[in-house]
């Protein structure tokens, strides 16, 4: 560390928990702008069909409404938008691919006369053979969803895309050696299908978007996770320059993925450009659920070893349903892809992912995708093959896990982190090689997920002439605690108390790029930025300190606000005026991260490797197929814990997602229907389905790229335990193929094992 206040690596409170918990703290829908309207949207209530007519004209002669958008509203604009594929319209131009997707949207003074104006448009669908499940979608002569050339997003990353055949979106492949003679010559095999459901993010607060048209452009104020990306899709929607555009993030509550990349925005802006003044939308839970969702999968799984515990070689095939249109599927489908080998050292693996149309509503981000899609498949085969070797899982895991500096996949970034140390430290956590309860099992996960995106974030503090400072950074603080983080690293490169520092929310009229807030960047990208800004003020005032003084910079030291020579002090605002000749200016340090190798795109990454690891101990209730979770342990493998409180927290929020999608969460959709879009309907994990016992277990290698060794954190936790308690489940001789592991799909497998004769719940 450079200075002396040694602030990172402590847990300070954080910098806007006062704000928060006594309501001061502003989010979107807090917001209230002059003249500002409400808008409601109508939604397809089929889930494909031509749009052969619709009428507003008795909604736009209702009291209080002021316009009416739709279809042939958008004239003069690019009507589609998607970060990876262009093919998501603003709203519904002659057909509608989904049920729930915007056909029109009412502008009115009040909530109440827009949410009444919806109702009295009329729209006649003619009904299209609809795909509303992979099996369908797949099928020979399945109907196709989208047509024409295909037209890559301004933010894809993903080398050349291609248009596939029939419903395919997105087809990624990694291969290495030659899998099937591999496979041949092993002594043990396992295989199967697996499913996983859509899931939805359940942030605890709704999507909400302001947009304003002025005389500069267009003002959206919007619950976003990356600002600058959503700036760039306006601006090319609507025909402006980027400055013209200008996006404003206050707090965000919660985000998970549901709030990557664009998705209100342009239907609220294009409601605002016709009414002419300021719009709100807010969307309630079901109409957020049919806004993006996690996707659900199918995976067919093949992996080998020899008879004394070698792993060989791995296949996997996955189809993954991203709905009606792409969203981020093309990226999850690499991801899984990545994720699908696993940390194992294999003669050879061969993966293909496909992301593929439904007419279901669009599947994007959710914390750990694809990773959580795939890791509690391949640790389950691991199991397997560990019972059939007659090893210790634990042990089995030993003998074949990476090593640090050891290739993960062709060309991409070598391990970053000691697996073997990982899984060791969270098999201990849960109790492994002690006596266990009847009917207990004990299961351990490892994965990877490839974390970080693309490595290119901005950032600057302005020092100013009293000694505080300023730091403007675009990360999106979304409840995991950037500011407190970045205030911290700045705290400890400028030597100031982290009080005397203040960071901004994002601006893209003032706050400088950031590529996006998710993927476990923000800490250590934006960090990296914040550290070099403040790392930039730094040598600034060493510059003036040793003019003053005549000296060498290695004869000064920072610490405590001031700069020093033995026992002689400058502090920061005399050295301000100093340099200005006046109690006035300010000191502003920039700083930045981008690609220093190759060209920063998906191809050559990841930013780092995010260890998954877990551990769980289950007791199962044979008679109810219900499961207990009396243990539950998580590695944060994060190199440098800049607040370790902060990581703690991180890995309890993802490890409870990680129970819901174990145990409990799912989207039902009946003919691609949603059946269950409420709060009562579907049930998010809550404090009664926390384990017995829960351990997060910090590891601090200092092998990570961002500040101090840092590596990002918050993903891991979800995606090793859902693993771990599909592995714990399985020690006690019931192998699962389906998620969730409800009671009810635990109890019908308990049956169909009794009936095979082959249930032997292990006591």
């Known amino acids: 560390m450079s200075a002396e206040t040694h602030v990172v690596g402590t847990s300070i409170r954080r910098v806007d928990g006062v704000e928060k918990v006594t309501g001061a703290a502003r989010f979107v829908g807090d917001l209230v702008v002059p003249e500002m309207l409400y808008g409601r949207v109508l939604r397809s209530p089929v889930p494909h069909a031509r749009i052969a007519r619709i009428d507003v004209t008795a909604a736009e002669r209702m009291p209080g409404v002021v316009a009416v958008l739709v279809g042939r509203d958008l004239e003069g604009t690019d009507p589609f938008y998607g970060h990876a594929i262009k093919d998501r319209p603003i709203v519904a131009l002659d057909r509608v691919r989904f049920a729930g997707e915007p056909v029109a949207a009412v502008a009115a003074t009040d909530e109440a006369a827009a949410a009444e104006a919806v109702w009295a448009i009329t729209v006649d669908y003619e009904e299209l053979p609809a795909v509303p499940t992979l099996e369908t979608a797949l099928a020979d002569g399945a109907v196709r969803l989208h047509e024409g050339p295909l037209r890559p997003g301004l933010f894809h990353g993903l080398g050349e895309l291609r248009r596939e055949e029939g419903n395919i979106c997105y087809h990624y492949r990694s291969s290495r050696g030659e899998v099937e003679r591999a496979i041949a010559g092993a002594d043990l095999v396992v295989e199967g299908e697996y499913t996983f459901p859509a899931v939805y993010q359940y942030a605890m607060e709704p999507h909400t978007v302001i947009a304003a048209w002025g005389v500069d452009g267009l003002t959206v104020w919007a619950s976003c996770q990356h600002p600058y990306l959503v700036r760039a899709e306006l601006a090319e929607l609507f025909g402006l320059p980027q400055v013209s555009v200008r996006v404003i993030v206050p ?200 974390a970080g995106a693309n490595p290119v974030s901005t950032a600057a503090i302005r020092l100013q002439a009293d000694g505080t400072a300023v730091l403007l950074v675009s990360t999106t603080e979304m409840g995991q605690g950037a500011r407190t983080v970045f205030t911290q690293i700045a705290a400890e490169e400028l030597a100031l108390r982290p009080e005397r520092i203040r960071v901004m929310g994002a601006d893209t009229q003032f706050t400088p790029y950031d590529r996006s807030t998710g993927a476990s960047r923000s800490t250590t990208l934006a960090g990296k930025a914040v550290l070099r800004a403040a790392a930039d003020v730094r040598g600034q005032l060493l510059d003036i300190a040793a003019g003053v003084w005549g000296l060498p910079r290695s004869a000064l030291a920072i610490r405590d606000g001031a700069v020093w020579h033995e026992t002689e ?195």
């Open 569 to 763: 002090s400058l502090s920061f605002p005399t050295l301000i005026a100093r340099h200005f000749g006046m109690p006035g200016g300010e000191m502003i340090g920039r700083g930045e991260v981008r690609p220093e190798r190759g060209t920063g795109s998906y191809a050559e990454g990841p930013v780092f490797w995010e260890v998954c690891v877990g551990g769980a101990e289950v007791a199962l209730d044979p008679e109810t197929g219900r499961i207990h979770l009396r243990r539950l342990a998580s590695v944060a493998d994060v190199g440098k814990a800049i607040n370790p409180q902060l990581v703690e927290a991180q890995d309890e929020g993802a490890c409870l997602q990680g129970v819901g999608n174990a145990l409990f969460e799912e989207m039902l959709f009946e003919d691609g229907v949603l059946v269950n879009g409420s709060l009562l309907e579907y049930r998010v994990p809550t404090t009664a389905d926390m384990p017995d016992e829960y351990r997060s277990i910090i590891v601090e290698n200092a092998d990570g790229p961002g500040p101090y060794g840092a590596k990002g954190v918050g993903e891991g936790a979800l995606a090793g335990v859902v693993g771990a308690i599909v592995t714990a489940l399985a020690d006690l001789g019931v192998e699962m193929y389906d998620l969730p592991l409800s009671p009810e799909r635990v109890w019908r497998r308990l049956r169909e094992l009794e009936a095979q004769g082959t249930v032997l719940l292990r006591d």
């Open 251 to 450: 707090y965000l509550g919660g985000g998970f993925g549901s709030k990557s990349y664009t998705k209100m925005e342009p239907l609220t802006a294009a409601l605002s450009r016709k009414a002419g003044r300021p719009v709100r939308i807010a969307n309630r839970v079901d109409e957020a659920m049919v806004t993006t969702r996690r996707h659900n999968m199918r995976c067919w799984m093949r992996t080998a070893a020899t008879s004394d515990g070698a792993v060989v070689a791995r296949q996997c095939k996955i189809w993954l349903d991203t709905g009606a249109y792409a969203d981020n599927g093309p990226r999850v489908a690499a991801t899984a892809g990545d994720a699908a080998p696993g940390p194992y050292r294999w003669q050879a693996a061969e993966v293909d992912a496909w992301a593929v149309y439904t007419n279901t509503p669009p599947a994007g981000s959710y914390r750990a995708f694809g990773a959580t899609h795939l890791i509690w498949i391949g640790e389950a085969q691991i199991d397997a093959l560990a019972r059939r070797a007659g090893l210790d899982p634990v042990e089995f895991r030993h003998r074949n896990l990476l090593r640090p500096g050891e290739e993960v996949r062709p060309g991409g970034k070598p391990l970053d982190a000691d697996l073997v140390g990982d899984v060791t430290k969270v098999a201990a956590a849960v109790g492994w090689g002690k006596p266990k309860p009847p009917l207990v099992g004990r299961g351990v996960s490892v994965g990877l997920l490839a």
